[in-house]
């Protein structure tokens, strides 16, 4: 029998609209080794290691008058080159052409008659570079089973690890009446759940938003600032159907001095680098900014204990946590000191208040775990009101030691973090090898000047480290 969606799965695919598509992406930069990985050895590499994703060959299929949930089934035309695509920049292949492509390929809704993802394989980038780009649909992320496609492919040395073969047939795939009837099964066994699911198939906003909160909670914890009205901010406007995409690159040991200088977190660091970014790029606007002035951040954060970031594992599994807070971020503050001490405050209340519960539901996940912790972050935006939010920052820490796919070192990796509705500007940051990368996803007419956003970075994070001695 197939697989129902569950509640919060399925609503995804309900309360998608043209302005927010909802999947999760990745940029990961590679150097291309002598013998190169190619198109056609990616293909290769996915076609082998895709059993260990079975939801990647799973499309989804609507109950006739919206009964039940959808159910996922087998791809009986499943066709891998129709999902692993290949492109080029043109010369010189520099990164704004890279960015503009990632912003294109981000605004386009996934074909829901195949299975939700995509990945392009980008060539012609300077420094004898490659790039991957990853792109999943929010459905497919579903709490301990969560795997990106991206994660399978990568290995912790340079010869890629061996795995079996395996013939896959694809089930037969179900004829509506068959769904029908399995439907109405579950109805009789869970009478309640044939309203809901009309309710939701109907575009039932508050009824939808009650259920999927519902289920939500699991992973989401809402501070006491959620019950006061985030502040009006550019940052909150109707959005387009199209975006815009850069980029920073930062190094991990600038946020691990400032952080033994001033007794803080990483996590401390990187949003009061944020929070510094935010106030130069509203005052480059002519935005008002008083002493007062704040911009509340949706943080899931990846949870892993007493540590800030990861140790390396030979085995590369991470066992993260997704805990997630409403933070104001102290931008009306010009003391890169004290918005450290606030931000570092703030976090402090949070994780001490009882109130910050995570969410056990990625245990010992094995690969490259972020792609999925950003995906997690992104439904848990999804779900809340932009009232009580102006943007979402998913901040999860990666490997400390290089990972290869087919080879091919990885350089960098940037998450791409979808846009909620009322959202103009999404951050998404990882920390891997050393670096902290941050990805910029912005809506194309709200946010002109995300290169200036992403340019700041820098300006704010070396701020800081002039007040470690």
């Known amino acids: 029998m197939p697989t129902r969606l569950s509640a919060l799965d399925a609503s995804f695919l309900y309360l998608e609209e043209s302005t927010t598509p909802m999947h999760v992406g990745g940029v990961a930069i590679f150097r291309r080794p002598r013998a190169g990985l190619d198109y056609d050895r990616l293909v290769a590499l996915i076609e082998q290691r895709i059993a260990l994703v079975p939801r990647f060959r799973q499309k989804v299929r609507y109950v006739p008058a919206n009964v039940a949930r959808p159910v996922w089934v087998d791809d009986p035309d499943f066709d891998i080159t129709f999902h692993v695509r290949r492109s080029a920049l043109p010369r010189p292949g520099a990164d704004a052409a890279l960015h503009d492509l990632v912003a294109r390929v981000m605004s386009r ?23 991957v780009i990853t792109k999943t649909h929010q459905a497919m992320v579903d709490g301990i089973s969560a795997i990106d496609i991206g994660q399978v492919i990568l290995d912790v040395s340079p010869d890629p690890h061996v795995v079996a073969e395996e013939l896959w047939m694809p089930e037969p795939e179900p004829s509506s009446g068959r769904l029908l009837i399995d439907a109405v099964g579950d109805v009789v066994a869970r009478p309640g759940e044939l309203v809901d699911n009309m309710r939701v198939a109907a575009g039932d906003a508050i009824a939808t938003t009650k259920k999927i909160i519902g289920v939500a909670e699991k992973l989401l914890t809402i501070a006491v600032t959620a019950s006061r009205r985030a502040p009006g901010t550019p940052l909150n406007v109707s959005i387009s159907t199209q975006r815009r995409f850069t980029v920073a690159r930062t190094q991990l040991e600038s946020y691990r001095r400032i952080r033994a200088a001033h007794g803080c977190a990483v996590n401390d660091v990187v949003l009061s680098v944020i929070s510094g970014a935010l106030r130069n790029w509203l005052l480059s606007r002519g935005e008002p900014v008083t002493a007062s002035s704040t911009v509340r951040a949706l943080v899931p954060l990846s949870v ?61 996940i094995g690969g490259f775990a972020p792609p999925t912790l950003h995906a997690l972050g992104a439904r848990a935006a999804s779900v809340m009101s932009r009232r009580i939010f102006n943007l979402v920052v998913t901040n999860v820490p990666g490997p400390q030691f290089p990972l290869y796919a087919a080879g091919a070192r990885m350089l960098e990796m940037f998450p791409v973090v979808p846009l909620a509705k009322g959202q103009a500007l999404a951050i998404g940051l990882t920390s891997y090898d050393g670096g902290v990368y941050y990805g910029f996803n912005g809506d194309r007419d709200a946010m002109a000047d995300l290169d200036v956003l992403a340019g700041l970075v820098d300006e704010s994070l070396d701020e800081l480290l002039a007040t470690v001695s």
């Open 304 to 364: 892993r204990g007493e540590t800030d970031v990861p140790s390396s594992a030979t085995d590369g599994s991470l066992g993260n946590r997704v805990s997630s807070f409403l933070v104001d971020l102290p931008v009306g503050e010009p003391s890169p000191v004290v918005r450290l001490h606030h931000v570092a405050h703030a976090m402090h209340e949070h994780t001490a208040s009882g109130q910050s519960v995570g969410a056990d539901t990625l245990v010992r």
């Open 109 to 131: 809704p996934l074909d829901r008659t195949r299975p939700l993802w995509e990945m392009y394989l980008v060539e012609g980038l300077t420094g004898n570079r490659i790039a």
